[in-house]
């Protein structure tokens, strides 16, 4: 049985235009073999949001243990609240005990009245809203960055062609691909990256992976 395409676009038609237009890309792919990244589905904007927020400078151990914390919490206020209306039934004492510091209690809040108002959309509605929409939307949301929206788009969304440039590992492993002397900056990623659209987001992936 062929596998379920868990994305909006071909994999297959994705590397067949990165082969196509970038032939030290290429080689890479060649490399690392199939695409295989698998978007991490979230029920929510609210639950990908919190879990990046959670995360923020903290080892993966760690923020995954406050993470089940605050979720049991969370769920434990009833099954039939979403989860950014059992928010507002926890106490600040309790989300603290629960592992949340001050900022990022401070900034689940504020996720939670960005959830209301509708600054951050539903899931179902973020699928129709054009990357730089959701990203100015979503970066209005105190402690999230356009780097934290990048991955969401990627990772959570499945978004075809992000680039996301903020990132150390990508700054990295585009040096060492192209054998740049010095650091790259954003703007000369960008400049590269036209031949990678519509597949940025792919094309990310592989340069995550030379990194391995």
Known sequence: MKKRNPFAFDPEEALRHLRAGDPLLAALIDRHGPFAMEPTRAKSLFEALLRSIVYQQLHGKAAASILARVLARLKARGRSLQLHEAIAQCSDEELRQAGLSRNKLLAV????AKCLDGTVPTLREAREIADEELIARLTQVRGIG???????????LGRPDILPTGDFAIRLAFKNLYGKRRDPTPAMIIKHARRWQPYSSVASWYLWRSLD
């Open 109 to 112: 809040r504020d996720l939670h």
């Open 146 to 156: 356009p780097w934290t929206v990048h991955m969401l788009l990627i990772f959570h």
